[in-house]
């Protein structure tokens, strides 16, 4: 479904980037994309922050300012940082792929490994409207995701991750993942959906999309429509270690979804709680469970390809 479809000149756009992303190859393609604007006629601003904070502030103050475009280039994380900033603010979100997962631009289309393919999408101006997810922790606190929130074992990995110092990059990931698999056991959750309809089960895992997929392509929801207003919820029913084994390839194709320990539902909006376990989306940390989600209809203008 696509609420709305637009085209509109770009003429001035703040870039925000990540010198980390991708072992740092986010700062080459900076360069390469923001001299392929220029080349279009566009007025450019290069944002990059101290920190996540700063970012931040830099980001907010850009969309507040006379811009027709926030450009985040690095990966899901610093999109998800520039959509705290542009949630309803009307000034349109353009992508430049440089992280790992790239799930954002996987879902609108966006070339990858391309910088300047990339600013040509951007360039051309044309626009969708689509939907944003509004997450809120215990303290309260409300913050916004693009793609798809996980919680159970893979964030319980996530976690694990982020506590390593070595090895470096994806291997890490996969050491933690095997770590995780080691220590399996079934995880109770509670899930309140938006008709009053309460879901207890053990799960493996919660993921719930407004996109398709996390972790660089996983098809996780694989029906999810970033237009239609509703949260496409997949719950991994508990499983033994070695079924979850086979099992973890098919999410990739998201034929996962057939398996008789998978159960799917959708609503728009979820509470969902499990003692233990925090809550990630776009590949960051949101807030410990439980948490509050609620669908933001039409809260993103994204530029897409032609």
């Given at each position: 479904?696509?609420?709305?479809?637009?085209?509109?000149?770009?003429?001035?756009?703040?870039?925000?980037?990540?010198?980390?992303?991708?072992?740092?190859?986010?700062?080459?393609?900076a360069?390469?994309?923001?001299?392929?604007?220029?080349?279009?006629?566009i007025?450019v601003?290069?944002?990059?922050?101290?920190?996540?904070?700063?970012?931040?502030?830099?980001?907010?103050?850009?969309?507040?300012?006379?811009?027709?475009a926030?450009?985040?280039?690095?990966?899901?994380?610093m999109?998800?940082?520039?959509?705290?900033?542009?949630?309803?603010?009307?000034?349109?979100?353009?992508?430049?792929?440089?992280?790992t997962?790239?799930?954002?631009?996987?879902?609108?289309?966006?070339?990858?490994g391309?910088?300047?393919?990339?600013?040509?999408?951007?360039?051309?101006?044309?626009?969708?409207t689509?939907?944003?997810?509004e997450?809120?922790?215990p303290?309260?606190?409300?913050?916004?995701?693009?793609?798809?929130?996980?919680?159970?074992?893979?964030?319980?990995?996530?976690?694990?991750?982020?506590?390593?110092?070595?090895?470096r990059?994806?291997?890490?990931?996969?050491?933690?993942?095997?770590?995780?698999?080691?220590?399996?056991?079934?995880?109770?959750?509670?899930?309140?959906?938006?008709?009053?309809?309460?879901?207890?089960?053990?799960?493996?895992?919660?993921?719930?999309?407004?996109t398709?997929?996390?972790?660089?392509?996983m098809?996780?929801?694989?029906q999810?429509?970033?237009?239609?207003?509703?949260?496409?919820?997949?719950?991994v029913?508990?499983?033994?270690?070695?079924?979850?084994?086979?099992?973890?390839?098919?999410?990739?194709?998201?034929?996962?979804?057939?398996?008789?320990k998978?159960?799917?539902?959708?609503?728009?909006?979820?509470?969902?709680?499990?003692?233990?376990?925090?809550?990630?989306?776009?590949?960051?940390?949101?807030?410990?469970?439980p948490?509050?989600?609620?669908?933001?209809?039409?809260?993103?203008?994204?530029?897409?390809?032609?």
């Amino acid at each position: 479904m696509s609420r709305t479809e637009g085209t509109g000149p770009i003429r001035r756009a703040a870039v925000l980037v990540n010198p980390a992303a991708d072992a740092g190859h986010a700062t080459q393609a900076a360069g390469r994309a923001v001299d392929r604007l220029r080349e279009h006629g566009i007025a450019v601003t290069r944002l990059e922050g101290a920190d996540a904070a700063d970012s931040g502030r830099l980001a907010h103050e850009a969309v507040a300012g006379d811009i027709d475009a926030l450009i985040a280039i690095g990966g899901d994380g610093m999109i998800n940082l520039a959509l705290q900033a542009l949630a309803g603010s009307g000034v349109a979100l353009g992508i430049v792929p440089a992280g790992t997962g790239n799930d954002h631009a996987r879902a609108y289309g966006i070339p990858l490994g391309d910088p300047r393919q990339a600013a040509d999408v951007i360039a051309a101006g044309r626009t969708r409207t689509v939907d944003l997810v509004e997450v809120t922790g215990p303290d309260g606190t409300g913050r916004h995701f693009g793609t798809v929130l996980a919680a159970g074992f893979d964030s319980l990995v996530t976690d694990r991750a982020n506590r390593m110092t070595w090895p470096r990059g994806r291997m890490r990931y996969n050491v933690a993942m095997v770590a995780e698999l080691a220590r399996l056991r079934p995880l109770p959750f509670r899930l309140v959906l938006d008709d009053g309809t309460v879901l207890e089960r053990d799960l493996t895992l919660a993921a719930i999309g407004n996109t398709r997929s996390y972790g660089g392509g996983m098809a996780v929801c694989p029906q999810a429509d970033p237009a239609d207003g509703l949260l496409d919820v997949t719950l991994v029913h508990a499983m033994p270690r070695r079924t979850l084994v086979r099992f973890f390839p098919t999410v990739f194709k998201g034929t996962h979804i057939h398996h008789q320990k998978v159960e799917t539902v959708r609503t728009a909006s979820l509470r969902i709680e499990s003692a233990g376990i925090s809550a990630y989306a776009d590949g960051e940390p949101m807030a410990p469970l439980p948490v509050e989600l609620a669908v933001r209809p039409g809260a993103l203008r994204v530029i897409v390809p032609g």
